[in-house]
């Protein structure tokens, strides 16, 4: 089974950065993603990782450790447009499994 | 920008109706999902098709459910009959299987009063 657990809620300032913890057991492991969803929107890609180590793009970062099972999105320089929900979502095989997703609410 | 398209967008109907709701996928994504978000669930996987073949549908009531897909521009999720508890935002997503992420749809609000 999935077990998939990241905070409910994180509030920030413009401008500042936030990190969101996302901490998984799963009984396969193909890759982790985040997601992005403003209310009432779909989900939209942000970023994908399959190995150990830090990938960035731009203003996002994402960090994967497979043998902790622990990643964190870093969203760096935040805008008011940040303000939405994250969701963690682990690939195994063809299954994309979703954790409860952090909403994220940038204050001026 | 290539994107899956879903309708309708928003669906209220009363319980005992049949529901269909439609996907669309990116031209040449071999892989569909159905999902189904709550605010009490977050979301579920309902049914998964991989070059239009049903693999997965372990996360769908089989009773009042059933996906569909007839052809590779189009996926179908109907509920008959639909229940209150039913009501939910259901996203169809599509990708490339073992490459990356999925893209997801708009989503169909669905109310079952």
């Known amino acids: 089974g999935q077990n998939i657990d990241q905070p409910t809620e994180m509030t920030a300032t413009e401008g500042a950065i936030v990190q969101i913890n996302c901490t998984y057991q799963?009984?396969?492991?193909?890759?982790l993603f985040w997601y992005q969803q403003h209310a009432g929107e779909a989900p939209t890609f942000l970023s994908y990782?399959?190995?150990?180590g830090l990938e960035e793009k731009g203003r996002f970062s994402s960090f994967l450790s497979r043998s902790k099972g622990y990643s964190y999105l870093l969203l760096k320089e935040l805008q008011m447009k940040d303000s939405a929900s994250y969701l963690c979502?682990?690939?195994?095989?063809?299954?994309?499994?979703f954790g409860a997703g952090t909403t994220v609410t940038v204050r001026a | 920008d290539a994107r899956v398209t879903q309708t309708p967008r928003d669906k209220v109907t009363e319980m005992g109706q049949e529901v269909t709701m439609r996907c669309q996928p990116i031209?040449?994504?071999?892989?569909v999902f159905w999902y189904r978000q709550t605010m009490k669930q977050g979301l579920e996987l309902l049914a998964y098709?991989?070059?239009?073949?049903?693999?997965?549908d372990s996360g769908m009531p089989k009773d009042r459910f059933s996906a569909e897909m007839p052809d590779a521009t189009l996926a179908t999720l109907k509920i008959q009959p639909s229940e209150p508890r039913d009501s939910a935002v259901y996203f169809c997503?599509?990708?490339?299987?073992?490459?990356?992420?999925?893209?997801f749809g708009s989503g169909t609000r669905l109310t079952v009063v």
């Open positions: 997503a599509s990708g490339l299987h073992d490459s990356g992420g999925y893209t």
């Open positions: 799963t009984s396969g492991f193909n890759g």
């Open positions: 990782n399959v190995l150990d």
């Open positions: 979502a682990v690939k195994n095989d063809y299954k994309l499994s």
């Open positions: 031209l040449g994504h071999n892989t």
């Open positions: 098709f991989r070059n239009r073949a049903p693999l997965d």
